[in-house]
């Protein structure tokens, strides 16, 4: 019971390092990312029973049971799950910094472009002459 409750704690700190690292105006993606980092990692199944008297004999029958018939089935199936799992959390992560990076740009140039649109500001306070002409 202890080991459950120090696993709980530790998750939700991290849970609430993740959600301070990614500040008050964090985006939809960014906090989806956090939630995906989450489940990212499947986990054997613990074998236990809530019942009083004859619980820790059908956990132990469970442990023995997964052990004997079920531990050679299900840990590669496991670890496949968890290699697809980083593999797709990373692509994601990637894919959501590239968008930032391009947003960014995208403001960038746009804010040239309204400069530009402007037209050329002069020093003295001239007007700017016309091309064609003296």
């Known amino acids: 019971m202890a080991a459950v409750l120090a696993g709980l704690r530790a998750g ?7 959600l301070a690292t ?8 960014r906090l989806a990312l956090a939630e995906l980092r989450r489940h990212e990692v499947l986990q054997e199944p613990v074998a236990a029973s809530p019942r009083p008297l004859v619980g820790r004999w059908l956990g132990f029958a469970r442990r023995v049971f997964f052990h004997l018939f079920g531990k ?16 797709v959390t990373r692509v994601l992560e990637d894919l959501v910094a590239a968008q ?12 040239r472009l309204e400069r530009l ?4 500001v002069l020093a003295s306070g001239d007007e700017p002459r016309a091309s064609g002409g003296r």
């Open 100 to 111: 930032e990076r391009l947003s960014g740009e995208t403001a960038r140039v746009g804010q």
């Open 22 to 29: 990614l500040g008050a105006a964090a985006e939809g993606a």
């Open 72 to 87: 050679w089935y299900a840990r590669p199936l496991l670890i496949q799950q968890n290699e697809y799992n980083r593999a």
């Open 12 to 18: 939700v700190r991290q849970r609430q390092a993740e």
């Open 117 to 120: 649109e402007r037209g050329p």
